[in-house]
């Protein structure tokens, strides 16, 4: 991988990382204003962002839904580590490893979900 290569997966993780924390402050906010539980949250193009606790679920039409991580050209996977919903989102390489970092889910109403930051990487 050249320089500008891995100067490119560092922008595009950097930019996914920052929809991720734009997205979930968004939703929170306009989640409490709301009111109501769970919170059904619609984003202008009618599409609804799923849930979690108020905040956008670990999920495809949750966080990546949110934060629109499909038109940053960055890919998502869902896993669980202990019943807990995580979200790693990651650029992809043609080889070796990418650069990634995980979204958990919000465990309990009123808990604020997290992004493991021991997981941000881009060899």
Request: aromatic share 6%; with cysteine.
């Amino acid at each position: 991988v050249g320089p500008w290569q891995q100067r490119l997966r560092d922008l595009r993780l950097a930019q996914a990382l920052a929809a991720v924390q734009a997205a979930d402050a968004l939703y929170h906010a306009r989640c409490v204003q709301s009111a109501t539980r769970p919170c059904r949250i619609t984003l202008a193009d009618g599409q609804v962002v799923a849930d979690a606790q108020g905040h956008p679920a670990a999920t495809a039409d949750g966080m990546a839904r949110a934060a629109d991580l499909a038109s940053l050209g960055v890919q998502w996977r869902e896993w669980r580590q202990h019943e807990l919903p995580m979200l790693t989102v990651f650029v992809p390489t043609p080889v070796g490893a990418g650069c990634e970092f995980t979204y958990v889910q919000a465990s309990t109403w009123g808990a604020q979900p997290g992004i493991d930051r021991h997981s941000a990487s881009c060899p």
